[in-house]
């Protein structure tokens, strides 16, 4: 492993931010964090909104300071991304952030029913082959409407146009509300401030010319999801992505 990975994986251990559950948490189903981020984590009472697969935590952090009301919370499996936003947290003294390294499956262990008030998913892996690899799926749904308040907020961020219309397949099938949907969300002629900011992702697809889409749906009391379309019709339906 490269010595600048296992300086900062070092480092990381330092950081008050930055949580980093043991395997046996994760798989065990419980944490002592579960239920409890308002009182061991945050000592208040703000909402709390996640991010999923926040990467080196860009979004995280600038939500956090557009939104002092809230406390955000950035999810990765890579520690060596989500140092960069840690440390830009605790530089910034943003009390309302804080990191938790693991993988999005094993989010239940860590938050109880009704915790989670909104989520965000920016430019997630679309996984054109691995539909249950992909953070928006019936799937993850179910996880995430198993943590969150019955009318949480999921945002779609994404350059991933099968990913943008797969978030809309799901929103229909699944009769979840649709609050906003656009396919080239800088072409709008206004958009809100904090949909402005921009991850290292996004940054490289505007690079390459890509418009950037956004989808935010309220989970509607839902607890059980299904996926729009069977295994057979979606590899059609990537394959029409392909083709593109
Ligand atoms: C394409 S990157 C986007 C990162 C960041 N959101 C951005 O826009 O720059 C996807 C991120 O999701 C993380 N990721 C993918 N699947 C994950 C999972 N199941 N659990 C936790 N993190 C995951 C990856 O480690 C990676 O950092």
């Given amino acids: 492993m490269a010595r600048n990975k ?3 994986f070092a480092e990381l251990e330092t950081f008050p931010n930055v949580i980093q559950p043991t395997m046996e948490e994760a798989l065990g189903g419980f944490s002592e964090l579960k239920g409890n981020w308002h009182t ?5 009472k703000k909402p709390i909104v996640l991010e ?3 990467g080196m935590g860009e979004y995280t952090t600038a939500l956090a300071k557009h939104f002092p009301e809230n406390n955000y919370i950035g999810i990765d499996i890579k520690g060596a991304r989500l140092y960069h936003g840690a440390r830009l947290a605790l530089k910034e003294k ?3 952030v804080a990191f938790m390294k693991t993988r999005v499956e094993f ?6 029913p009704g915790e989670v008030s909104e989520i ?11 539909a249950k690899k992909r953070l ?5 749904n179910e996880i995430y409407a198993s943590i969150s308040k019955p009318e949480a907020i999921i945002h779609v961020k994404t350059d991933s146009l099968l990913l943008y219309d797969y978030t809309l397949d799901i929103v229909k099938k699944n009769k979840l509300n649709l609050l906003f949907e656009t396919e080239n969300l800088y072409q709008l002629p206004e958009i809100a401030p904090y949909l402005h900011e921009k991850t290292k992702y996004e940054g490289m697809a505007i690079g390459h010319g890509k418009p950037i889409t956004y989808v935010n749906y309220s989970l509607s009391s ?12 979606y590899r059609q339906y990537v394959r029409a992505y392909d083709a593109k």
């Avoid at 061991?40 to 208040?44: G, L, P, R, S, Y």
Wanted: with cysteine; hydrophobic share 45%; proline share 6%.
């Fill in 107 to 112: 989010i239940k262990s860590f938050f109880a």
């Fill in 94 to 96: 943003l009390t309302n």
């Fill in 40 to 44: 061991q984590i945050f000592k208040n």
């Fill in 6 to 8: 296992l300086a900062k």
């Fill in 120 to 130: 965000w998913l920016t430019f997630s892996d679309p996984q054109p082959k691995f």
């Fill in 222 to 233: 839902k607890s059980q999801f299904v996926e729009p379309l069977n295994e057979r019709a």
């Fill in 136 to 140: 928006m799926s019936a799937f993850y």
């Fill in 52 to 54: 999923l697969g926040c």
